[in-house]
């Protein structure tokens, strides 16, 4: 289904072409007239049904928008498309945002869908695993090396006793070999093996220290000093789209269904439910849908450095923007 890793591995491969494509032209958006570009970071799936719940619904045209969605994939660089104005507004992980800010590309975060990151490691149930470390003394991992969490996890935990394979997508392995773990999605590949008889459990990340937000609705600062109306309606709009999405994500599913045959009506369903408590938390409630902190910026920062991503913390103030 999808994956926010192959993107991060893009995101280096493309990042000289994105400083040189920040300098040209932007005129390829029109937000000041009402139409505006999102461009996904994946295909349809459960993880952007709000906005196709905003644009569907209303929210978006209540607020005078007339917002162009544009179905992502792998190899489709968003970070780029937005710095360089070929799209008002995208979806990138909190990862990304901070290793392009800390190369000097000028986009900022407005908004973030998950407050708790989909990204884990599942196992057959039959190990009894309690934790990821359970998982590192034997046995077969996948996963695609050189990410973030991947050296968040090897610095915590080694991997000496497990054997790292590369991660390729899908879930056959799995399902034929007990001793075999991999990376996932919540969202995605323990929905695919359950499907195909396994019994997985899944352990996030996030539980482990690494919790970047993922789903983060970016822009380009001359959005927000320019047209600062169009992004605080874009946000509101998009807020009252994941509300009526998080109600009933049956209207958004069968518009995104028609755009990504290659999910079922009842995939899609189980995927809108599985992502609800890492989206709506004790936080969100307080605070409203897509509220980010400073302090979960900083410790993301940080974190990068001590894994020696990036060399320097850029400053949360100059690209964490509230439009509230």
């Known amino acids: 289904m999808k994956t926010m890793n192959r993107r991060l591995l893009l995101l280096f491969a493309l990042m000289s072409l994105m400083l040189t494509s920040c300098s040209r032209d932007k005129s390829g958006a029109h937000a000041t007239d009402g139409k505006v570009k999102l ?38 660089p968003v970070v780029q498309m937005v710095a360089s104005g070929q799209a008002d507004f995208g979806i990138a992980g909190g990862d990304e945002v901070i290793m392009a800010r800390a190369r000097g590309v ?3 975060a407005l908004f973030a869908i ?14 009894k695993a309690k934790t990821i470390k359970d998982l590192l003394g034997s046995g077969t991992l996948a996963m695609e090396p050189g990410l973030p969490y991947v050296a968040y996890l090897k610095k915590q935990h080694r991997f000496d006793g497990v054997q790292i394979v590369p991660y390729d997508g899908g879930v056959a392995r ?32 996030a539980d482990e220290g690494f919790n970047p937000y993922v789903g983060v609705v970016i822009t380009r600062r001359e959005m927000v000093e ?10 509101h709009a998009s807020r009252e789209g994941w509300r009526s ?14 755009l990504n045959t290659t ?11 599985a992502q609800k408590p890492l989206i709506e938390t004790p936080e969100t409630k307080s605070r409203g849908l897509g509220t980010m902190t400073k302090e979960r910026w900083e410790t993301l920062a940080n974190q990068l450095v001590e894994l020696n991503i990036i060399d320097k913390a850029p400053n949360v103030d100059d690209f964490l923007v509230s439009v509230d």
């Open 263 to 273: 999910m079922d009506a009842e995939t899609f369903a189980a995927a809108a439910e």
């Open 174 to 205: 799995f399902v034929n070999d007990p001793n075999f773990a991999q990376q996932c999605f919540i969202t995605s590949e323990p929905l695919a093996a359950r499907k195909k008889g396994a019994n997985p459990s899944v352990f996030l990340v």
């Open 245 to 258: 999405y998080l109600d009933d994500p049956k209207p958004a599913n069968a518009t995104m269904a028609k």
């Open 39 to 76: 461009v996904l970071n994946w295909v349809p799936e459960p993880e952007f049904g709000g906005f196709y719940a905003a644009r569907d619904g209303g929210a978006y045209a209540k607020q005078n928008l007339d917002v162009e969605i544009m179905g992502g994939g792998a190899g489709v």
């Open 114 to 127: 998950y407050q708790t990151s989909p990204q884990g490691i599942m196992a057959h149930a039959s190990r």
């Open 226 to 235: 320019k047209n600062k109306a169009i992004a605080i309606a874009f946000i």
């Open 106 to 108: 000028d986009i900022v």
